[in-house]
């Protein structure tokens, strides 16, 4: 007998899948640095890497977290 699936984002109260993509690639990145750019690279740098997911994070969320640049 076939088993019915629930969609993925109302499966569990876990964080969204792009949310656990992005804090997997960050943790994966720490321990390894910087990927070696170049024309060769292998990988693309993490910030493209992040860009591609969409805004992770809502608008308000993105506001709070801003720098203010300082005023001379």
Known sequence: MPVARA???????DAP???TLAAALRAAAAPNGPA????????PPLAD???????I????ELTARA??????
């Not at 969609?7 to 109260?13: A, F, G, K, Q, V």
């Not at 890497?49 to 805004?55: C, F, G, I, S, V």
Request: charged share 35%; proline share 14%; glycine share 6%.
């Open 67 to 72: 720098t203010v640049p300082e005023v001379r």
């Open 36 to 43: 070696k750019g170049g024309l060769l690279a292998t990988e």
């Open 49 to 55: 890497r992040l860009a591609k997911l969409e805004p």
């Open 17 to 19: 899948p792009r949310r």
């Open 57 to 60: 994070e809502s608008p308000a």
């Open 7 to 13: 969609p993925l984002r109302t499966m569990s109260d």
